[in-house]
């Protein structure tokens, strides 16, 4: 049983345009919604995290949107750069519950 | 380097075999977290500790894997009578304990091929 699950499972973008991943869960007794990072090669870095008390949180060019009510939340990157091609993940309830993850790839 | 060390990086072992894997968290950090990933997958959560206690395990792990983290520093993950399908990227994380929200750090994990 998916307790997170993410979409799309890829995504291609122009450099400078907006990149949207989204996440919806179930279990309304979550309460740390992070997102993270990975290189190939890598361990995930986490990139940004949301309590539900919050609707967004926005770091840089990083933005996480809440919506309790809908039990989603999404991702957006602006003004993309070819540097943030990497696979994203969200992720629910402390560590303990990940998305399938989306590939980005931000075209030059 | 104080970040979350895995070893071997690399594991490859023919079926059956028994395999053993170390990580050594980032030394304030009492929660230690194994997880296991396949290609285009996300991480699947095996098991956690604080300090030395066990205190969650996935319903995904079979009794051929156990884990242990004596006097709650590195930990061991250990897999007996390997199968192809535990072939996976093994990611080890460690956390301060403040209640939820700790951010996790991840090791560069342990790849194992099971030939």
């Known amino acids: 049983q998916q307790q997170v699950k993410q979409s799309p499972q890829s995504l291609i973008v122009q450099k400078g345009g907006i990149s949207i991943i989204n996440c919806a869960y179930e279990n309304t007794a979550f309460d740390y919604f992070p997102w993270y990072q990975q290189f190939p090669g890598k361990g995930p870095a986490l990139l940004i995290a949301?309590?539900?008390?919050?609707s967004e949180k926005k770091e840089g060019r990083f933005t996480i949107s809440f919506n309790k009510s809908a039990k989603q939340f999404s991702l957006h990157i602006m003004d993309s750069q070819p540097g943030d091609s990497a696979t994203y993940f969200c992720a629910a309830s402390n560590q303990f519950y990940f998305g399938t993850g989306t590939s980005l790839t931000v075209i030059p | 380097d104080t970040g979350v060390s895995q070893n071997p990086r690399h594991k490859i072992t023919k079926r059956g075999q028994n395999v053993t894997f170390r990580c050594d968290p980032i030394?304030?950090?009492?929660?230690l977290y194994w997880y296991r990933q396949t290609l285009g997958q996300g991480p699947e959560f095996l098991t956690y500790?604080?300090?030395?206690?066990?205190?969650?395990k996935s319903r995904l792990l079979s009794d051929r894997f156990s884990a242990e983290r004596p006097k709650g520093s590195f930990s061991t993950l250990e897999i007996q009578r390997t199968e192809q399908g535990d072939s996976a990227m093994y990611l080890c994380a460690s956390s301060r304990d403040r209640g939820s929200g700790a951010e996790a750090f991840f090791g560069q994990g342990t790849r194992l091929t099971v030939v």
């Open positions: 500790f604080q300090n030395e206690a066990q205190l969650e």
């Open positions: 949301i309590r539900p008390d919050v």
């Open positions: 030394s304030e950090h009492n929660r």
